[in-house]
């Protein structure tokens, strides 16, 4: 499989992004006039961005201030095809991030859960049940000391 080619970005593609980046609710006239474009060329720049993959524009909560209490990283070591099983993965609700990594595990997952009944029901009935699914190493958040998303652009 090759791997996945990003669209080439210009200058003023990633000040928008970085602009974006710093403050998500910025409007689109106050991005033109850092960046040196028109409220509708903004507009333009930032939907072609997104429908490409580019980029997302969304809202980042605290999963505390929601009721989740209980957030882990779990390592996987399977076996067989790791596309398959991240697809699997992929579509528990609880499972915020799935990626597919090379060293002691073959899949890293992020869960969010409410509470650890809910991280232990996961785990045990349906994580740990999907063929391929060797063994689990669940690395539980105690705090979230940092999460920001604006390292910016190349």
């Given amino acids: 499989m090759a791997s996945r080619k990003a669209p080439p970005l210009d200058d003023v593609s990633k000040a928008i992004i970085r602009q974006l980046q710093s403050d998500g609710r910025r409007s689109y006239a106050e ?3 850092a960046v040196g474009l028109s409220e509708a060329a903004v507009r333009q720049r ?6 490409q993959g580019v980029m997302q524009v969304v809202a980042v909560t605290d ?16 076996s067989g095809d790791t596309t398959v099983l991240a697809e699997q993965l992929g579509r528990f609700p609880e499972v915020d991030y799935v ?5 002691t595990f073959d899949l890293m997952i ?12 996961l785990l045990n009935k349906r994580i740990r049940s999907l063929e391929g699914v060797q063994a689990t190493e669940t690395f539980v958040y105690l705090r979230l000391h940092k999460q920001h998303y604006d390292w910016g652009t190349r």
């Fill in 63 to 78: 999963p505390m201030q929601l009721g989740f209490y209980r957030q882990a990283m779990v390592g996987i070591r399977a």
């Fill in 110 to 121: 992020e869960v969010v859960c409410e509470n650890d009944d809910q991280l232990i029901e």
């Fill in 31 to 33: 991005i033109g006039k």
């Fill in 99 to 103: 990626v597919l990594t090379a060293g």
């Fill in 46 to 51: 930032v939907q072609k961005l997104t429908d």
